[in-house]
């Protein structure tokens, strides 16, 4: 009888605490509890932070550099020690970023002592070949299309090594029209993958690829662009991971001029490949110089990504980005530019908000919403790091519902110099007008900083809502907020130092930061996008 009271008292006191308990994804969600929660980033936290990323041994953090390994290794630790899963490449919490940029130093092809125009009767990509010396050229292989497939192959029983091959863009047809890889009217990748022909053509240790393209015209535009852009671009690999064979692309009347008296050979090489669906090799006698001289730039860097997932299992596919780059630019001889408030002040602002939300989350008190604290290099050299994550997302970018920037926030302008109680915003309104009102609330209610909006008018010279990381989010159409304390004297100079930082407005703004980013990551419904890009 007494086993059956306790055992009856137990099942009453579980429904009761059932009953007690919040719903999945519910919050305990007080003013109170927010503002407890903010308090946790002081300016005592944010200074031990900016002690480590400004000192002297991160030689400036500049992409690709010691410096910069160095920062990316400290602010991974920090999200291992906050409990964040290692979201990045093999299980770290990298994401491995590539760019380049590659222009001809010399690009000349000569028939028989006679240069040839590039871009006009000839066109080679500097990123599609290696730099290499003057090569003569007295013979190419006319070797079909220059395809290796299991279905049909270019390369049976001829050996290609060193030599200089001949191919035709894309893929051969059957005298039925049928493609004779697909064995269908449907065409296969190899017709309009060229790197894929480049490669296989490496692999069997070929020299050089040309190739007679029907649509010179169309396609040289791409190469045309890339000769001319000194910009940095994304790319797949680096200069010494690429193993491509060198490549020109010929117009069709330069290549029967390049084939001479082995032209009607290699048309009859081309009927009979239709007919029997084997190739003929031809050989074809030839007088060419060819160089491809080149200067090349590269850097790799990492993107520190820190993923806290949301609590509601109806909204946590949703995710919020909170970006910082915490890349600067480097040392220059012996100055040292150690980037405190540029962007030292960003990213230890960020790493502070995200062990407040780690701080709820052990709380039981959210986010519903799943957040990626973002730190991204590559800034310095023109957006690279935001620009590679919002080209390669580790979550879909249908999926994410704001990205929450914070670039120098650390030091107080000369408008300001009587109030340091500011902070400029900027693109809040430029999608959602609700991410504004969001902010503007949060303000209001917990921190009453002067918020300038001087710099987010469309007029502003300056165009800082197209200089930082939130603007790669932006132009995705994804509403984008930059907290920024303007620029100062020691911007982008070796003076930018620990001992100018205003820790505790910095403090402040990153309260501002989280109240905002609770908001957002919280709410029933995600913020709209109302607003027509601009």
């Known amino acids: 009888m007494r086993s059956r009271l306790l055992f009856a008292f137990l099942l009453i006191f579980t429904a009761v605490l059932a009953a007690q308990a919040p719903a999945p994804g519910a919050l305990k969600n007080t003013p109170e509890q927010q503002r407890a929660l903010a308090e946790t980033i002081t300016p005592e936290d944010l200074r031990a932070h900016l002690s480590v990323l400004s000192a002297d041994d991160m030689e400036g953090r500049e992409t690709g550099e010691p410096g910069q390994k160095k920062a990316a290794a400290y602010l991974q630790k920090q999200f291992a020690e906050l409990g964040l899963p290692a979201i990045g490449e093999e299980d770290g919490y990298f994401q491995t970023i590539r760019f380049s940029r590659q222009r001809w130093e010399e690009i000349d092809l000569q028939l028989d002592g006679e240069s040839l125009r590039h871009l006009w009767e000839y066109a080679s990509a500097p ?76 692999d069997k240790g070929a020299a050089t690829v040309f190739v007679i393209d029907p649509e010179f015209k169309n396609n040289v535009r791409t190469i045309r662009r890339e000769s001319l852009d000194g910009r940095m671009k994304m790319v797949e690999q680096l200069e010494a991971e690429r193993k491509i064979a060198n490549s020109v692309i010929l117009t069709p009347k330069l290549a029967q001029k390049i084939m001479g008296d082995s032209y009607k050979k290699i048309i009859k090489a081309r009927k009979k490949l239709a007919k029997s669906g084997k190739l003929k090799p031809v050989d074809v006698m030839t007088n060419l110089r060819l160089t491809q001289k080149k200067s ?47 962007n030292g002040s960003g990213t230890s602002t960020v790493l502070e908000v995200a062990e407040a939300f780690v701080t709820a989350k052990k709380q039981g008190l959210g986010p519903r919403r799943s957040v990626l604290f973002l730190l991204v290099s590559g800034e310095e050299k023109g957006l690279l790091g935001s620009e590679y994550y919002a080209s390669h997302p580790i979550f879909p970018l249908e999926s994410t519902i704001a990205d929450i920037n914070v670039d120098m926030v650390g030091r107080v302008d000369e408008k300001h110099a009587d109030n340091p109680e500011y902070i400029y915003v900027i693109g809040s309104d430029r999608l959602s007008t609700e991410l504004h009102d969001i902010n503007e609330a949060a303000n209001l209610e917990y921190t009453q900083l002067e918020l300038d909006y001087t710099y987010n008018a469309e007029d502003d010279p300056n165009r800082y809502y197209y200089r930082s990381d939130h603007y790669n989010f932006a132009e995705k159409g994804i509403p984008s907020i930059f907290y920024f304390n303007g620029t100062h004297a020691d911007y982008h100079q070796d003076t930018d130092t620990i001992e100018k930082i205003n820790f505790e407005k910095m403090a402040k703004i990153g309260q501002l930061v989280f109240h905002t980013a609770w908001q957002l990551s919280n709410q029933d419904r995600r913020i709209q996008v109302n607003v027509r890009q601009r």
């Open 296 to 342: 090349v730039r590269e850097l790799k860097g990492e993107n520190v990504l820190g993923y806290l997932e949301g609590t509601d299992p109806e909204l946590k596919s949703e995710v919020l980005v909170i970006s910082a780059h915490y890349d600067h630019i480097g040392r220059r001889g012996d100055a040292i530019f150690n980037g405190a408030d540029d």
């Open 127 to 202: 990123s599609m070949n290696a730099d290499r010396e003057t090569t003569e050229i007295q013979s190419l292989t006319f070797l079909g299309y220059g395809i290796d497939d299991a279905a049909y192959s270019d390369y049976q029983d001829t050996d290609v090594k060193g030599k200089h091959l001949l191919i035709l863009a894309g893929e051969p047809k059957d005298k039925n029209n049928n493609y004779l890889v697909s064995k269908s009217g449907l065409a296969s990748d190899w017709g309009n993958n060229l790197e894929r022909k480049l490669a296989v053509a490496y």
